[in-house]
């Protein structure tokens, strides 16, 4: 069923050529063949603004942000405008690569799900505010629940990209490693595919990749022309994946993740796109937060230079 799931979703992206358009994949890669971008769980413990994440992201070097949707909100409470923060978004140089949110679009309960679609529409257009054409679209809601239809799912997700087209905003199919459903590629791969839609597009992530026993394999059965961003991250051989969690997530290049055959597989599939850092480690939060957002750019571009450099 992978295999299928994997050629049905190369061969139903129309957009595939997109990504080896100006790139036909001939000769060597170059050393940086992705962006990077900064997903502010990393500095999350710091409790900053979103103008001061904005902020830190540009002094620290990175090219784009990933904020989180609770923290967008809680600017605007306290009176933000975000055509302001658009406006410093600009004036530094950054992309708004996408967002964080946990709205439950996904459960099987209708009354709940259209409640939901309602404030996933809000949060796209949030996202169209700042700039951003992208958000997450992860397993909240049914990650809790063994046995979800996986193609009811799909038939969500499709509803969900449908109201992304409106705001201009696409939802990214995310999986979560601990996740009953949703918790695999190849449940992503499934659902992505079944959905049918042209915009349909996964959000994977290396941590949640090794914690789902997904293993790193699946990834050449996928098209990566079709994918915007991958959370990159790491995570050391103790605790076991049995028990592992999110707070245990290092710097990329510290723990024992094979991202450079990670990086050179997603590159070979047509991946373009943003490496998203995203870590939880609280040990990070203690420290000043531009020192943690500048190890994180400096460790990931390592890890890519390192991957491309032979």
Not at 24 to 36: H, L, N, Q, R, V
Request: proline share 5%; aromatic share 8%.
């Amino acid at each position: 069923m992978l295999a299928s799931t994997g050629a049905c979703l190369a061969a139903s992206a129309a957009v595939a050529s997109r990504g080896l358009a100006a790139d036909d994949g001939a000769g060597d890669p170059p050393s940086e063949p992705f962006g990077y971008c900064l997903n502010t769980a990393t500095v999350m413990g710091h409790k900053l603004s979103l103008v001061e994440e904005i902020e830190l992201a540009a002094k620290a070097g990175w090219q784009a942000i990933e904020p989180w949707i609770r923290n967008i909100q809680r600017y605007l409470n306290d009176g933000g405008v975000l055509s302001d923060a658009r406006k410093r978004i600009d004036d530094l140089g950054l992309q708004v690569v996408g967002a964080i949110g946990f709205t439950p679009w996904a459960v099987d309960d209708d009354a709940e799900r259209a409640k939901a679609l309602d404030q996933f529409k809000r949060e796209m257009d949030l996202i169209a505010e700042l700039g951003g054409t992208l958000i997450a679209a992860p397993p909240a809601g049914i990650h809790r629940t063994p046995g979800v239809d996986l193609f009811a799912v799909a038939r969500r997700y499709r509803a969900l990209l449908d109201l992304g087209r409106q705001a201009g905003v696409t939802p990214q199919l995310e999986i979560w490693g601990a996740a009953q459903t949703l918790g695999t590629v190849g449940e992503a791969a499934l659902v992505a595919c079944q959905a049918d839609h042209p915009d349909a597009c996964l959000l994977l992530d290396a941590y949640h990749m090794y914690k789902g026993n997904s293993g790193f394999e699946c990834l050449r059965l996928l098209n990566g022309a079709q994918m915007h961003a991958f959370h990159i991250n790491d995570y050391p051989a103790d605790p076991p994946r049995e028990t592992i969690s999110d707070a245990d997530r290092v710097y990329p290049g510290d723990g024992v993740c094979p991202l450079g055959a990670v990086l050179r597989t997603l590159y070979a599939t047509g991946f373009r796109g943003m490496l998203s850092l995203e870590v939880f480690n609280r040990g990070y939060w203690e420290q000043d937060p531009l020192a943690v957002a500048t190890t994180g750019l400096e460790k990931t571009r390592a890890v890519v230079r390192a991957a491309f450099s032979s």
